[in-house]
């Protein structure tokens, strides 16, 4: 066993956020620390070599957001091509505001890549991959946040995801699109928060406001395919992390636990009809155009 991972004590075990946060109290750190020193003690490696691990997801992350921003990316299907590019144009004139648009352009870019058969980090799935690396990086960029707390920021949404994982899912055959595009929400929601210093409880709490937020979202691939409605998804959950963190770092309470939450979005995972999970046979799939769609893509398909 690696020297510093044997110096650590196995108390750095969690099942869900109470026992997270019990643990952060004790040692007097934040989320992250405590995901460190977890993987430090289960990996028999150095604090260094499993930083080092993280900096490689950031760069491929980083890969992700550039690619799909310097250039169009097309998926496979043509359902979307340069959909980042565009959003990105259009900033001085969003809603949002540009700091919020450009990282969901970003998200944009990441699953885009995705698509387009390019190289992605899955988290927490190769579907909902474009939530985390497209707020913590860009917004990373926005507030002059070094990349070693960026990396600290993404221990801390692969804790956020570990919890749900173990206690529902993030799986969406299992849950529905809640379980992918929720999770990564609420992932980035607790890492934004991390990302300005807040309180462990701050973070979790900001992680039930955003899995609140997309809770019952189904999961309806159309033609099977992760590019619609899964690509625009991950806008839509981007932006909900940055309001659930917002609403957090305000002062602003979930009056639902974290692990209610979680426990809430397994239940309703278990009540969505098959049809709703990944199947492609309901929602935006059983459309007459998520048909008629399914048929070309078919008709375009070489006979075997």
């Given amino acids: 066993m690696n020297k510093d991972a044997q110096n650590l004590e196995p108390t750095y075990a969690f099942s869900n956020g109470e026992g997270l946060l019990e ?13 460190i020193r977890r993987e430090m003690y289960l990996s028999e490696c150095s604090r260094e070599a499993v930083l080092a691990e993280m900096k490689l997801n950031l760069d491929v992350m980083r890969e992700g957001v550039t690619m799909g921003l310097d250039e169009p990316q097309s998926s496979v299907s043509g359902f979307t091509v340069g959909d980042a590019i565009k959003l990105k144009r259009f900033r001085k004139r969003s809603y949002l505001g540009e700091n919020v648009c450009d990282m ?4 944009l870019s990441v699953v885009e890549v995705n698509s387009a058969m390019g190289k992605i980090v899955s988290a927490p799935t190769a ?104 690509i625009k998804r991950n806008a839509m959950g981007s932006v909900n992390a940055v309001v659930a963190a917002d609403m957090s770092l305000a002062g602003i309470n979930s009056l639902i636990p974290f692990d209610e939450v979680v426990s809430a979005m397994k239940s309703v995972g278990r009540l969505m009809h098959v049809d709703l999970k990944e199947t492609a046979k309901g929602g935006l799939a059983a459309t007459k155009t998520g048909k008629e769609l399914l048929r070309k893509i078919r008709e375009a398909l070489p006979e075997s």
């Avoid at 969901?104 to 998200?107: F, L």
């Avoid at 973070?203 to 406001?209: E, F, R, T």
């Fill in 104 to 107: 969901v352009a970003a998200a």
């Fill in 23 to 35: 643990l952060c109290k004790i040692h007097q750190c934040n989320i992250s620390e405590i995901m």
């Fill in 127 to 230: 579907g909902a991959s474009g939530v985390i690396p497209g707020c913590l990086i860009t917004a990373a960029g926005q507030y002059n946040i070094s990349d070693e707390k960026l990396i600290e920021a993404l221990f801390c949404t692969a804790a956020v995801g570990m919890i749900i994982a173990e206690n529902a899912t993030i799986s969406g055959a299992e849950g529905g699109c809640q379980a992918e595009v929720g999770s990564a929400s609420a992932m980035t929601a607790a890492a934004l928060c991390e990302m300005r210093s807040a309180l462990p409880k701050t973070c979790l709490n900001a992680a039930a406001i955003a899995l609140k937020n997309i809770l019952g979202l189904v999961c309806d691939p159309v033609a099977g395919l992760v590019e619609c409605p899964c």
